[in-house]
């Protein structure tokens, strides 16, 4: 049996009180990190060819179904914002299609063909990386699309949280996150997607700054899509060049991004 399905190393959840359960589950989450820790490498393999494939305008692509599905669309959904790359660089595909993020299509992710034709209406490449999320390690879907995906020569990896499973076997760049059984047994929503939401910020953060689109440690190229992020972003140009608001903000509205009203205003642009 797989571990994510094995028993919960507690019992009787009913007849405790609400602490004793905060404290439970929180005792199970804090050994989370620790087992994405012991994954850095293969996370390191995975991120170095994401960032080979994206350089070469490539897309990274991620299929899964549940809870592993919607991770993926939540990551690739929030690239674009955050780091002003192109809609359509990074794409979460989710077993079901977009009715499934919000409620759950019943045996979407049993049909080991669908994810390929799911891929095909991207126009898929041999350029692109695609990524399966399979918290069991062994959901049809997932298999389907990664092993029509090698069969074509597209690069593949996954995010799984069992050791050995069918989906690992079928990515090149497996990354194996195990992280045992769940406070409610099977619950693979809690440390299993704790640790593939862990496991994809690494991923996308990491290749986004290789990639160059932080600098320092600031976000130079997000989205300015509401006030705080306005405010934040006039913070950085008043920081990077120590000028006053107004002339930052000024900046900031006339070129779009933080590092476009930067580069212009040292190219004497902004004066």
């Not at 074509?152 to 990515?171: E, K, P, Q």
């Not at 130079?220 to 008043?238: E, H, T, Y």
Request: hydrophobic content about 40%.
């Amino acid at each position: 049996m797989s571990t994510t399905e094995t028993s919960s190393n507690y019992d009787g959840l009913e007849k405790m009180s609400v602490h004793e359960l905060l404290v439970n589950i929180n005792r199970e989450d804090k050994t989370v990190p620790l087992t994405v820790e012991k994954a850095i490498p293969q996370i390191e393999a995975l991120v170095n060819v994401t960032v080979e494939r994206l350089q070469q305008g490539g897309r990274l692509f991620y299929i899964g179904a549940g809870t592993s599905g919607r991770l993926g669309v939540v990551d690739a959904s929030e690239c674009p914002p955050t780091y002003g790359v192109p809609h359509g660089m990074v794409v979460g595909i989710m077993a079901g299609g977009d009715t499934a993020i919000r409620k759950a299509v019943e045996f979407a992710e049993d049909d080991e063909q669908q994810a390929w034709k799911d891929l095909q209406e991207h126009n898929i490449s041999d350029k692109d990386i695609v990524v399966g999320i399979a918290a069991s390690g062994r959901t049809p879907y997932v298999i389907g699309g990664l092993n029509a995906c090698r069969e074509r020569g597209i690069a593949t990896g996954c995010v799984v949280c069992n050791a050995g499973s069918a989906v690992a076997a079928a990515a090149e760049f497996p990354v194996e996150v195990v992280t045992g059984p769940e406070f409610v047994t099977g619950s693979t929503r809690m440390k299993a997607g704790t640790a593939q939401k862990l496991v994809l910020n690494m991923l996308t953060t990491s290749t986004m700054i290789k990639l160059g689109r932080v600098k320092g440690n600031k976000m130079v190229d997000m989205q300015l899509s509401n006030l705080k992020l306005v405010d934040r972003g006039i913070r950085m140009v008043m920081e990077e060049l120590s000028i006053g608001r107004a002339e930052a903000g000024a900046l900031l509205k006339k070129y779009g991004s933080v590092r476009a009203a930067v580069e212009a205003y040292r190219n004497g642009n902004g004066h």
